[in-house]
């Protein structure tokens, strides 16, 4: 499997492939993994709720969009996972494992799973302004400025050729780096611990901004989760 990507800080720009990192957990509420109970009928992987109302991201995101976007490809990716391990030793690893998966597929499915619980809890609809705290002195230390970061992510996310995701995410020691990946790309499979993501796939967008991706990418700014985002660095900071 091919993968485009690209990471950046004020002080690097590097393309190369890294070894799998370490788990990030998701937030209480947003797992996207339900191991099914002795004898249970429910698949082993459960799409999970949304953290506000399908309307609520509007004018972003219209109600529409997210129907189709949450309740139709968010969806199929958990469908399509199921129907890989069905009566599998699979069915019993994390979402993680197998994104991480050499298994083409699985990897893929897994992924976009993972991806988009991610995704959705990247946005909020009392989201945009800007980071604070450590976050916000990781972003000036290693772009100069918010202004700066902002625009080369916007500018990756933007740009990044077919589909895939932006991503805002940090190494070990914590420095931040942009990376733009393709398909189902994930930070994880590059030892990097995602911090913020951006959908760029067309489905993403294509009812409320038709073609016009650089559009959707610049109202992203008005429902970016920072206190999320804070969180999931802090994690990464001082892993639990």
């Given amino acids: 499997m091919s993968e485009s990507f690209q990471w950046t800080s004020r002080r690097q720009f590097l393309a190369g492939s890294l070894a799998a990192g370490a788990a990030l957990v998701l937030p209480k509420g947003a797992v996207a993994q339900q191991e099914s109970a002795a004898g249970s009928s429910d698949p082993p992987f459960q799409l999970p709720k949304l953290p506000y109302a399908l309307d609520a991201l509007a004018p972003f995101l219209s109600r529409e969009q997210m129907e189709y976007h949450y309740g139709k490809h968010h969806a199929g990716y958990f469908k399509k996972l199921n129907a890989l391990v069905k009566g599998k030793p699979e069915a019993k690893k994390s979402l993680q494992e197998l994104l991480l998966s050499s298994d083409e597929a699985l990897s893929n499915n897994a992924g976009q799973a993972w991806n988009h619980t991610f995704f959705w809890n990247c946005l909020s609809p009392k989201g945009g302004g800007q980071p604070q705290g450590k976050l916000r002195e990781a972003i000036d230390r290693d772009f100069g400025s918010f202004q700066a970061f902002q625009s080369v992510f916007t500018d990756a996310a933007a740009k990044l050729f077919g589909s895939g995701w932006g991503w805002l995410a940090a190494d070990k020691s914590g420095v931040l780096h942009i990376m733009a990946l393709s398909n189902a790309g ?43 985002a804070a969180q999931t660095y802090a994690k990464i900071l001082k892993p639990a």
């Fill in 186 to 228: 994930n930070p994880l499979k590059f030892d990097k611990q995602p911090v913020l993501t951006i959908d760029v796939w067309e489905h993403a967008y294509y009812l409320d901004y038709r073609n016009e991706r650089a559009r959707f990418v610049e109202a992203f700014w008005n429902k970016a989760n920072w206190d999320y």
